[in-house]
């Protein structure tokens, strides 16, 4: 209370203040009539001249009911609907990149958010003064391919980061989210350091997101993350340095709801089944587990001045033979499993080995919201109708023909989102259906080579698409776009590979 306030105190409400007190600072309730008494003795009471009765009546009533009001409020029992409002989550920010020292010493200490770029553990050990740092991102982006995806070339003298930068880390108190991406020594971290670790983890109560892309984590390592007592989101992509032992500790994580094992190729379809052990898990990515897309190494993988990349080796030998009999990835039988998810709402199985059948099984997860379902083993169109009505995102590629587009429009009223693309069997007519689908915002029709210009008449007319994509279709000219574009009011995107045409309208 400042001054002003204190010379103004005769106006409080003593009935209010009993009624605020009592509930909240086990006040007990003042004498108020003595309290009248008193100040009238003072000359603090002034006489007003007599009011009307009814005036008198009406004062009475609103005197009451602002009582009522007040002990109503007071008193209310606090059940389960009127719990606090959770803390609102700070605003995510886009990360500042620094390489060098000279880089970090530059920025504010009130900076949230630093992308480290092939720096070093001096690097690491300079960010100490950002005071506010929440999230820290640590790249070597030469060691982020797979598959045929394009390489890059390591610099001459590379930077490494590596375990030593972890007590940096460690000492930045406000974190809520780490990204490994590429960086393989910084989590190579020796049996005598994994205690260390493990003390930092629980020192961070705010750290709710960690990411170790691109490198060779190992099993002991994934089995001491739940010290991290607040992780809600796990991301081991393309990450070949742990076996079997994986899912016991990730299980460990009862709080996790994203998680991320793409490109994890020594991860089995049994592994796979039992996550639905995970209470709260609402987001999985198990895509790219195929035998093929297995991590680059920028062409540093020195195995005689790095071992970690000898016993990838072994591991990558040992699990062939699984793949060769269907054991690894999204089979049906982990599809089968994940359906069995209380709380899945986003799955991305892409190139995995299931079957129609499987999908059919995975429609018993209810809560299902997003599939990306590229590759697979057929193209049966009959799984659609076992999908959630629900489904609002999903994403084929394969020989799918008119009869899954028939299917989809018949049978996903709340479809906005819709993936078609390199789905070569798919003709006029299966476009026709699917863009009468009033629910449709977003159509990505890429590289489909069954289809004619008389496609754009359809497309015309779905005048409640807000995105195409229309790139590497032959048919597709200057013209259809600029129709497109003006027969389309709430169209936002088109793609097209059309030279000179702009991607928005």
């Given at each position: 209370m400042n001054a002003h306030d204190e010379d103004d105190g005769d106006r409080d409400d003593?009935?209010?203040?009993?009624?605020?007190?009592?509930?909240?600072?086990?006040?007990?309730?003042?004498?108020?009539?003595?309290?009248?008494?008193?100040?009238m003795s003072m000359g603090h009471v002034v006489v007003e001249p007599e009011r009307p009765q009814w005036t008198r009546v009406w004062v009475a009533a609103a005197a009451l009911l602002g009582i009522a009001v007040v002990v109503a409020l007071a008193t209310w029992p606090k059940g389960p609907e009127s719990r606090a409002a959770p803390a609102q989550q700070?605003?995510?920010?886009?990360?500042?990149?620094?390489?060098?020292?000279?880089?970090?010493?530059?920025?504010?200490?009130?900076?949230?958010?630093?992308?480290?770029?092939?720096?070093?553990?001096?690097?690491?050990?300079?960010?100490?003064r950002l005071r506010d740092l929440e999230v820290l991102v640590v790249r070597e982006p030469w060691n982020e391919a797979f598959g045929l995806s394009p390489k890059m070339a390591a610099p001459v003298n590379p930077h490494r980061v590596t375990p030593a930068s972890w007590a940096s880390v460690f000492a930045l108190s406000k974190l809520r989210r780490i990204e490994i991406s590429g960086a393989g020594l910084m989590t190579r971290i020796p049996a005598a350091g994994l205690a260390g670790f493990a003390n930092g983890l629980e020192s961070k109560p705010l750290l709710e997101a960690l990411a170790f892309r691109f490198v060779d984590t190992s099993s002991e390592l994934l089995a001491i993350l739940d010290k991290a007592r607040n992780l809600r989101s796990l991301d081991l992509s393309f990450n070949h340095g742990f076996d079997e032992r994986w899912i016991d500790a990730v299980l460990k994580l009862r709080g996790l709801r994203a998680l991320s094992l793409k490109g994890c190729q020594q991860v089995q379809a049994t592994e796979i089944a039992r996550l639905q052990e995970l209470p709260?898990?609402?987001?999985?990515?198990?895509?790219?587990?195929?035998g093929i897309n297995w991590r680059n190494d920028g062409g540093v993988d020195d195995t005689d001045t790095y071992p970690i990349f000898k016993e990838r080796l072994a591991v990558q030998g040992a699990r062939w033979a699984l793949l060769s009999r269907g054991g690894l990835g999204p089979t049906d039988d982990a599809l089968e499993g994940l359906a069995k998810c209380p709380r899945l709402r986003v799955l991305d199985i892409a190139s995995g080995r299931w079957s129609s059948a499987g999908l059919t099984k995975l429609g018993e997860c209810r809560t299902l919201r997003v599939l990306n379902a590229f590759g697979g083993q057929d193209a049966n169109a009959t799984w659609v109708a076992a999908m959630p009505r629900e489904l609002e995102r999903l994403e084929v590629c394969g020989n799918y023909t008119d009869a899954f587009c028939a299917e989809v429009a018949t049978h996903l009223p709340q479809l906005r989102h819709l993936t078609i693309a390199a789905c070569d069997r798919i003709s006029d007519q299966g476009i026709a259906a699917i863009s009468a689908m009033r629910s449709l915002r977003v159509l990505d029709m890429r590289q489909m080579r069954g289809l004619t210009a008389a496609c754009v008449d359809s497309l015309a007319n779905a005048t409640w698409l807000e995105e195409i994509d229309l790139r590497h279709c032959d048919f597709v000219t200057a013209e259809h776009v600029e129709r497109l574009r003006g027969a389309l009011p709430n169209l936002k995107s088109l793609h097209s590979s059309v030279p000179g045409q702009p991607r928005g309208r």
């Open positions: 003593p009935v209010m203040d009993w009624a605020l007190g009592e509930r909240l600072g086990g006040e007990r309730k003042p004498d108020l009539v003595a309290g009248v008494r008193e100040r700070p605003a995510e920010v886009a990360p500042v990149q620094v390489s060098t020292v000279a880089d970090v010493e530059g920025l504010p200490v009130t900076t949230r958010a630093v992308e480290v770029v092939n720096g070093n553990d001096d690097v690491i050990a300079a960010l100490k709260e898990l609402e987001q999985l990515d198990v895509g790219r587990i195929d």
